[in-house]
């Protein structure tokens, strides 16, 4: 019912900066909170940053000043934009939209899609 799709992943050196947009496709009533997490080897899933559709965000203490999440509510897609890059920014990065389907749901439910990769390294 609803797609998710991450893109802007890559290679970039220390201090670089990427992009990432993460789009919902397919049938739903509304998108409520947008998030990108992110997944090192090894390690759990972290929220890196939200945002509610209100524009209120919360940021990771290691990326704050760093990075920016937004939203275009019209194309229903979210951004990470992402600076000073360091290698422990590498990780695969996750998008989760939590929507209603139908204007009858009482609660949301959360779509995340396959992520996409990000390698900080000189």
């Known amino acids: 019912q609803v797609h998710v799709a991450e893109s802007g992943g890559g290679l970039v050196q220390p201090g670089g900066s990427l992009r990432l947009s993460c789009a919902a496709s397919?049938?739903?009533?509304?998108?409520?909170?947008m998030g990108w997490y992110r997944q090192a080897p090894g390690k759990q899933r972290e929220l890196v940053a939200d945002i509610s559709s209100g524009g209120s965000t919360n940021y990771l203490d290691s990326v704050k000043g760093r990075f920016t999440i937004s939203r275009d509510n019209a194309k229903n897609t979210v951004y990470l934009q992402m600076n000073s890059l360091k290698p422990e920014d590498t990780a695969v990065y996750y998008c989760k939209m939590a929507a209603r389907v139908t204007v009858l749901d009482t609660r949301t439910s959360d779509y995340w899609g396959q992520g996409t990769q990000v390698t900080v390294s000189s």
């Open positions: 397919g049938r739903f009533f509304s998108i409520f909170t």
